[in-house]
């Protein structure tokens, strides 16, 4: 109870940032908030509801912020449809733009977990139950960015997770002003142009150094 909010469910969301911070995400106040390390207090970005959605899964990568839904809800005994959604969240203003709906190969869930893997692909773990039944097979879901549909589903053989974790943050600019997945980031490869005309005079030297090396080895008669 240090996180300085109401004691009550509040389905939150948590992501690390690029810069080493925490963001949650509470689906019932719709609302975003930085996290202090140090002393666990949640700090409100912007207003209460500000999210407009019930967003129960955050995800970082780069300076992009995104957001997944509550599926449904469950209310006397039946699901009732939420937010089965993909999200972009504006950090400075705790704002959430509609990407688009899940889609209909995703079986009805109620929480999700979501994050992205190391080739910055998105993905969601969701929590599902039968109209108030014990909880289901949760799905394993990689969603489109550009979308906001699911493009592949895995039945996954686990009940009842709601959150997802798989690498640090990606994407991370560490050099000039690129956007994430443009220029230069802590998870590229480097390119060693080895065609281009200053890297091949290079090698010619180098080989005609090895050859006059190996010449003056060989004995003389």
Known sequence: N???LPFQNLDFGLTATCEG???AVSAVQQSLFQVSLESGLFERISESGSLGAPIVGIAARGNQLYGIGQGVMISQG??????ANLYRIDRESATAELIGALGPLVAPYINAGLAFDAQGRLWALTDRRDNGQPDLFSQAIEIDLSSGQ???????D???FESLAITPPGGCEVSGGSAPGEGTTDDAI????????VALGALIVLLLLL???NLARKPQF
Do not use: K, T, Y
């Open 150 to 156: 699911a493009i592949r589903v895995i039945n996954a």
């Open 2 to 4: 240090n996180m300085g």
């Open 21 to 23: 911070s925490l963001l």
């Open 158 to 160: 686990v009940v009842g």
């Open 190 to 197: 480097p390119v060693i142009p080895v065609n281009h005309p």
């Open 211 to 213: 050859a006059g090396w």
């Open 78 to 83: 039946a699901h009732q449809p939420l937010a």
